[in-house]
């Protein structure tokens, strides 16, 4: 028996062959915003970009005359981002629509005093999503990893300052703010 027909040596080439074909694959069908950086290789070698690792920081400076200030930092990854980007803006009427009771629901959640969990964090990001900036920022590519600085009016859904930066300039000002 050869030593290239071992079981060992089988079940190590297989392995090799999933890797490699999950190193290639475009891991979404569902965002052609994904596919935007999909397949293009590092330096390195021939691995494609996972969704799930490039990097996606949200900060709310939120504010509210009965609730006061407070700053509340989020972060995911880029695979669930474009999911609910896309959700939201399936249609420019859904969108603006989103736009509308994400807002309001946010300032619910943020007046009662819920705590800071997956539901606000949901609902912040459905609220972000539906700013076009949002869009503009993801198609172009220019950031291997995104952060997103979103400040909204409490008495207007229309009316958000929206920065957007690179993962580590937003985690630079989390943790600064965080320190003081």
């Known amino acids: 028996m050869s030593v290239k027909n071992t079981a060992a040596a089988k079940a190590a080439r297989r392995e090799a062959k999933v890797e490699r074909k999950s190193a290639n694959a475009l891991v979404s069908n569902y965002s052609p915003i994904k596919k935007l950086n999909m397949g ?3 330096i390195s070698g021939s ?9 996606v920081g949200i900060s709310f400076f939120m504010s509210h005359p009965t609730a006061g200030h ?10 669930r981002f474009t ?5 939201v803006n399936q249609s420019p009427e859904y969108s603006y629509s ?6 309001m629901k946010l300032m619910e959640l943020y007046v009662s005093d819920a705590p800071i969990g997956e539901d606000l964090f949901t609902i912040a990001m459905h609220y972000l999503v539906a700013f076009g900036s949002v869009g503009v920022a993801l198609k172009s590519g220019k950031f291997k990893d995104y ?3 979103i400040a909204p009016t409490h008495d207007d859904f229309n009316d958000a300052m929206v920065g957007t930066l690179d993962y580590d300039s937003w985690n630079f000002g989390r943790e600064t703010r965080n320190a003081a």
């Open 98 to 103: 989103s736009l509308y009771h994400s807002h």
């Open 47 to 55: 691995a494609t970009k996972n969704p799930k690792d490039i990097r």
């Open 83 to 87: 999911m609910i980007y896309n959700h």
């Open 70 to 79: 407070q700053v509340i930092d989020f972060a995911t990854d880029l695979e």
């Open 147 to 149: 952060g997103f600085v």
């Open 40 to 42: 293009k290789t590092n």
